[in-house]
């Protein structure tokens, strides 16, 4: 079974400030992919990585870097000098085979974060 | 270059009506998948459809839930006999293949439930 877990529940910070969110997960599939999406308060789920397990590499899109470490079977997401528009709950996800025929995706229960100016 | 498409944006039912939710893959996408967002339970996989057949349903309840993409047209969620427990967001996500390379999610369904 696979499992994620995103132990923040609520993270607020004063705009410029760096912030990490953590994502800790658990499946036996040595195959699978790791995915973070943004919610604003609009409510669309709003799509910002996907990761193999095969690589490790950190990612750097703008202020946002994603750390993937399969040693501790986590995959952090640091935002840098953050802003107010940044404001939202951010899903981690992971994605292996159910054994069904899908990679569906199993969902953390999200961070809300919370940019105050 | 529209992304994935869903209607309506909010739903109200009355007990024990039908509720029709309707998603339009990105163009080129034949995968399909559906979540359910509940506030208490966060955001839980329904169902899992391949144009014209149903791959993995094993998070649909049982009873009085359905779902369908046929060959043309959209994929269609189908709730029969709402009760006030179904009010959810519920989001409809496609990609390219099976292996999700970029899964996008439209902007969801929210159903109320009176």
């Known amino acids: 079974a696979q499992k994620v877990t995103q132990a923040q529940t609520e993270i607020s910070v004063v705009e410029k400030e760096d912030v990490t969110l953590d994502c800790v997960y658990e499946?036996?599939?040595?195959?699978?992919?790791l995915f973070w999406y943004k919610q604003p308060p609009s409510g669309e789920l709003v799509f910002l990585i996907r990761?193999?397990?095969?690589?490790?590499q950190n990612e750097i899109s703008g202020r946002y870097s994603w750390n993937f470490q399969k040693s501790t079977s986590s995959f952090n997401f640091t935002i840098t000098a953050s802003q107010v528009v940044d404001s939202a709950v951010y899903f981690c996800?992971?994605?292996?085979?159910?054994?069904?025929?899908?990679?569906?995706?199993?969902f953390g229960k999200g961070t809300k974060l919370s940019v105050i100016p | 270059n529209a992304g994935v498409m869903q209607n309506p944006r909010h739903l109200v039912r009355r007990r024990g009506q039908e509720a029709r939710l309707r998603c339009s893959p990105m163009?080129?996408?034949?995968?399909v998948y559906w979540y359910r967002q509940l506030p208490e339970e966060g955001l839980k996989f329904m169902v899992y459809?391949?144009?014209?057949?149903?791959?993995?349903e094993s998070g649909m309840p049982k009873e009085r839930f359905s779902a369908e993409f046929p060959k043309e047209g959209p994929s269609i969620l189908r709730i029969q006999q709402v009760v006030r427990g179904d009010s959810a967001a519920y989001f409809c996500?496609?990609?390219?293949?099976?292996?999700?390379?970029?899964?996008?999610f439209g902007s969801g369904t929210q159903l109320s439930v009176l």
């Open positions: 996800a992971l994605s292996a085979n159910s054994g069904a025929g899908s990679y569906q995706l199993t």
């Open positions: 499946t036996r599939d040595t195959t699978y992919y």
């Open positions: 996500a496609s990609s390219r293949d099976r292996f999700n390379e970029k899964l996008l």
């Open positions: 990761r193999n397990s095969f690589d490790e």
């Open positions: 459809l391949q144009k014209e057949n149903i791959i993995d």
């Open positions: 163009k080129g996408h034949s995968h």
